[in-house]
């Protein structure tokens, strides 16, 4: 078990750009979740999916985010024609989904984004 | 509207004293909670967590109060080492989405 692994881990992009990070969650975990970070806050949810399906959208994803799970084991998260708002660090967590209690999430590296 | 909250942005102990961190929640739905600890540049890592039905729960140095009519839970560290400066963030959960708050950052001084 070597965690949750995220690539790259820093992205520096130019306004207007699109830019795609990468989510490898741990290999027996189905549940896999996108969080962003900014400066002096704490994560804010952004997508959940079970498997290959994407099961939730926080309104905080606007429809210049995408996210992806197409076998339902890496994900994907793409921003098109990036602003620097986003600059922000992104956080991918996954958990396993047993029984009916809440499985703890556990959290890869996160990629730090910096819009120019 | 945060729902959940960690009032104090940082706090400062002597090692081998006992470090305690205070989060107050709004959303009466949550069920779950957890501390993370996190370092510069990294992520968040799962340190404990407590249901709902439970009002403590232990895990070595660590340990998780939780007071449902208050509305509050707390960790304490037992002893503090240097090692856990960092800053610990509450978190929440009513479904399967966890609800932060922002962090405080702890500094155990040798």
């Known amino acids: 078990d070597t965690g949750v692994s995220q690539n790259p881990r820093h992205k520096i992009t130019k306004r207007g750009q699109n830019v795609t990070f990468r989510c490898d969650p741990i290999?027996?975990?189905?549940?896999l979740y996108w969080y962003r970070q900014t400066l002096g806050q704490g994560p804010e949810f952004l997508t959940y999916?079970?498997?290959?399906?994407?099961?939730?959208k926080s309104r905080l994803l606007s429809d210049r985010f995408s996210a992806e799970r197409p076998k339902g084991s890496f994900s994907t998260l793409e921003i098109q024609r990036t602003e620097q708002g986003d600059s922000a660090m992104y956080l991918c967590?996954?958990?396993?989904?047993?029984?009916?209690?809440?499985?703890?999430?556990?959290f890869g590296p996160g990629t730090r984004l910096t819009v120019t | 509207d945060q729902q959940v909250k960690q009032n104090s942005p940082s706090l400062s102990v002597q090692e081998g004293r006992i470090s305690i961190l205070n989060c107050d929640y709004t959303?009466?739905?949550?069920?779950?909670f957890l501390w993370y600890k996190k370092y510069p540049a990294e992520g968040p890592t799962f340190l404990i967590s407590?249901?709902?039905?439970?009002d403590k729960n232990e895990d070595g140095r660590f340990t998780v109060f939780l007071n449902k009519s208050a509305k509050h839970l707390s960790l304490h560290i037992v002893p503090s080492q240097p090692g856990d400066s960092a800053v610990y963030f509450c978190?929440?959960?009513?479904?399967?989405?966890?609800?932060f708050g922002k962090g405080t950052l702890l500094t155990v001084n040798p």
């Open positions: 967590a996954s958990s396993e989904s047993q029984g009916t209690g809440f499985n703890e999430q556990y």
């Open positions: 290999s027996e975990h189905n549940r």
């Open positions: 999916f079970q498997n290959e399906a994407q099961l939730e």
């Open positions: 959303n009466s739905m949550f069920d779950y």
């Open positions: 407590i249901s709902s039905i439970k």
């Open positions: 978190a929440a959960s009513a479904t399967y989405k966890l609800t």
